[in-house]
């Protein structure tokens, strides 16, 4: 479980099962999840709620995490929000990314895995101020 104040995480993936998935294992852990169904839904999201880390699942439609991601870094009150990609893109390491992501975790991913790397990312940002 996480301390006091939890940690906010916006989950952004068009599959809903998987954000459904995601969202439950994270508000299990103590974090606070909330999601979006695209780029473009995640933006909406973030005019009024500044979470600790985004989760961003790339290929989607409407507008996907390469399209949101550059939105993002161009805004100056969301810049700064780590983003870490989920994603069945293959080899996504040896290709340029929309962003420079804290993780990249590849579907289908391991629930420790992605548990253990948020909590990562988080330690390491609230280390930072």
């Known amino acids: 479980m996480v301390a006091d104040s939890a940690p906010t995480i916006l989950v952004v993936d068009d599959d809903e099962h998987i954000r459904q998935f995601v969202c439950e294992a994270l508000d299990f852990e103590g974090y606070e999840a909330r999601a979006a169904g695209d780029g473009r839904a995640a933006l909406d999201v973030l005019a009024d709620w500044h979470p600790d880390l985004?989760?961003?699942?790339?290929?989607?439609?409407?507008?996907?995490?390469?399209?949101?991601?550059?939105?993002?870094?161009?805004?100056?009150?969301?810049?700064?929000?780590?983003?870490?990609?989920?994603?069945?893109?293959?080899?996504?390491?040896?290709?340029?990314?929309?962003?420079?992501?804290?993780?990249?975790?590849?579907?289908?991913?391991?629930?420790?895995?992605?548990?253990?790397?948020?909590?990562?990312?988080?330690?390491?940002?609230?280390?930072?101020?």
Do not use: Y
């Open 54 to 129: 985004i989760l961003l699942d790339l290929n989607m439609p409407r507008m996907d995490g390469w399209t949101f991601c550059a939105r993002q870094q161009a805004t100056p009150e969301l810049a700064d929000i780590p983003v870490a990609l989920m994603s069945a893109a293959h080899n996504l390491r040896a290709r340029p990314l929309p962003c420079v992501p804290v993780v990249i975790l590849e579907k289908p991913f391991d629930l420790d895995d992605l548990l253990d790397n948020v909590a990562q990312v988080l330690i390491h940002r609230a280390d930072q101020g």
